[in-house]
């Protein structure tokens, strides 16, 4: 059983960078696709970032050119997260498939993912 651990969140003013972490118990197979969620205050948990192969990546139009995620030799993923607004203010969460997907817009479909973090909060103030 695999078990992801973010880091990273913590609160910051309108336009500035933050970077989350999401370090993996166990292998994380290469193919596996590995993605970000956030939940904000009142909201639906939305899928935001995905990472397929080490370096395949999608983004949803919210946060394209803005975050960049990202991932190293020993699997851990991550999301520099920068220009950043009060409507990114949410709970993140890392997520990973736990078999071959394909592709990295796992992040559509939250059904998809078999592994979960328990997340970290991102505030940002105007």
């Known amino acids: 059983q695999v078990q992801l651990a973010e880091s990273g969140g913590g609160s910051v003013q309108s336009g500035g960078s933050l970077t989350l972490s999401c370090k993996p118990s166990?292998?994380?197979?290469?193919?596996?696709?590995v993605a970000w969620f956030r939940q904000a205050p009142g909201k639906e948990r939305e899928g935001i970032a995905g990472i397929d192969n080490g370096s395949w990546t999608t983004y949803a139009d919210s946060v394209k050119d803005r975050f960049t995620i990202s991932q190293d030799i020993a699997k851990n993923v991550y999301l520099q997260m920068n220009s950043l607004k009060p409507e990114d203010t949410a709970m993140y969460y890392c997520a990973a498939t736990g078999h071959y997907f394909g592709g990295s817009d796992c992040w559509r479909s939250q059904s998809g993912m078999t592994y979960w973090g328990k997340g970290t909060l991102v505030t940002i103030s105007s």
């Open positions: 166990a292998y994380i197979y290469t193919r596996y696709c």
